[in-house]
């Protein structure tokens, strides 16, 4: 098996498991869904170029930002945030399974999870 499949399968039990915490804590199916493509609207910076483009995609597509939702969610008991921080894991999880990782700012194809 190659690094590069085993990200993907790694990826992709982690997507699973983050929709059945979502399930688990009762929040709605259906958000879920209409939410688990939000993250893509950073994709919105290649239209200024390369560089801007990978760098605002990548923002949106760490781990940092959902974390510091979670965070949030736990210090201020706010539940959507929480609600959403699982999405926006779950969005990373789905794109990684797809080899949609980090961009670098050569062209959009190119990825972290090629460079494994």
Known sequence: MTNQRMVRIENGIAFVF???MYVLLDFPIWL???????PDITMIGYAWNNKVGATVY???????LPLLFIFCSVIFAKDFLLLLSIIW????FMDR????????????????????
Request: proline share 0%.
């Open 18 to 20: 983050s929709f059945y």
């Open 32 to 38: 879920f869904f209409v939410l688990l493509f939000v």
């Open 97 to 116: 399974l797809f080899s949609y990782g980090l961009k670098y700012s050569d062209e959009f194809k190119h990825t972290h999870i090629q460079e494994i």
């Open 89 to 92: 894991f779950a969005h990373i």
């Open 58 to 64: 990548n923002i949106g597509h760490s781990f940092i």
